[in-house]
């Protein structure tokens, strides 16, 4: 059974910095490229970054590039986001979710709450 | 970034009734290798999002076959043929084409009146 499970969110003060994790398992992590999208409260889905299978392309929505690195570490299954000078405006639910190689999203995790208020 | 606009952003339905949600690209959907990449996705309150279309008209599994898609080229359409209570919740569609910008549409919340 796919399983992403995504830590680390929490509350931090505007200009700080919180690291993402979404653990993968019951499929082949290396394989796949990886995303991440996310959801201010009671707002719609935002796609934010993606990186491709080798980690040797990525790419960030104009609103966090600079701010946000995305990365992946195979050997452990696991996806990253690194956020820094956080804002208010990235407060959302982050989402890890695995792009299923045909111009989709086909397995989304449960989601992690990153809270950006002083 | 290609646009993607649904309608109507909130769609109250009486059970057993149809249901459609229109969305539509700001550019074609076909990609230079002849598929169209658009997807819905469902999200109930309080859960992930979570696919039921891909590619314009493919169920997913388990995806009751009261749900069907359809459309072409800028112009897509969910369809609910008999909503059920669990039907209840927010649907957005996706353009996956423009890699790697993948957009999604605003969201339409389905109610029960």
């Known amino acids: 059974e796919v399983q992403l499970v995504e830590s680390g969110g929490g509350l931090v003060q505007p200009g700080g910095s919180l690291r993402l994790s979404c653990s993968a398992s019951g499929f082949t992590f290396s394989r796949y490229a990886m995303h991440w999208v996310r959801q201010a409260p009671g707002r719609g889905l935002q796609y934010i970054s993606v990186?491709?299978?080798?980690?040797?392309?990525?790419y960030y929505t104009d609103s966090v590039r600079g701010r946000f690195t995305i990365s992946r570490d195979d050997s452990k299954n696991t996806l990253f986001l690194q956020m820094s000078s956080l804002r208010p405006e990235d407060t959302s639910v982050y989402f890890c979710?695995?792009?299923?190689?045909?111009?989709?999203?086909?397995?989304w995790g449960q989601g992690t709450m990153v809270t950006v208020s002083s | 970034d290609v646009v993607m606009t649904q309608s109507p952003l909130s769609l109250p339905v009486t059970l057993g009734q149809p249901a459609s949600i229109s969305c539509r690209s700001s550019q074609s959907l076909v990609h230079s290798d002849g598929n169209t990449y658009l997807n819905w996705f469902q999200q109930r309150p309080g859960q992930s999002p979570r696919r039921l279309i891909y590619?314009?008209?493919n169920r997913d599994s388990g995806v009751p076959d009261r749900f069907s898609g359809s459309g072409s080229g800028t112009d897509f359409t969910l369809k609910i043929s008999r909503v059920e209570a669990e039907d209840v919740g927010v649907y957005y569609c996706m353009q996956g084409t423009h890699w790697p910008t993948w957009t999604f549409g605003q969201g339409t919340k389905v109610e029960i009146k």
């Open positions: 979710v695995r792009d299923d190689g045909a111009g989709s999203y086909d397995f």
């Open positions: 590619k314009v008209s």
């Open positions: 990186i491709t299978r080798n980690g040797g392309f990525t």
